[in-house]
């Protein structure tokens, strides 16, 4: 949830490796970050084609986290 330059050194190593070994934790990374960029800074013009990304993959949690925004 944390932005990512305030990552420590180990955090980041760990963070790379986990993404790397799982594509899924990758892309709810990513969707996370790219959500909560959004709402930092104000860009809730961005939200309906966020909202249509999330849909289109097969994570429920975010999904259903989706469906609660909507």
């Known amino acids: 949830m944390r932005e990512p330059a305030t ?3 180990v955090e ?10 799982s594509p899924t934790l990758n892309q709810a990374y ?3 970050q ?5 709402v930092r800074q104000r860009e809730g ?3 309906d084609a966020w909202l249509e990304k999330v849909e289109s993959l097969a994570l429920p949690e975010l ?3 989706a ?3 909507e």
């Open 7 to 9: 990552l420590d050194e």
């Open 12 to 21: 980041r190593e760990d963070l790379a490796a986990c993404c790397q070994v």
């Open 30 to 32: 990513r969707l996370v």
């Open 34 to 38: 790219e959500f909560l960029v959004m």
């Open 45 to 47: 013009q961005r939200l």
């Open 63 to 65: 999904q259903s986290f």
């Open 67 to 69: 469906s609660g925004v």
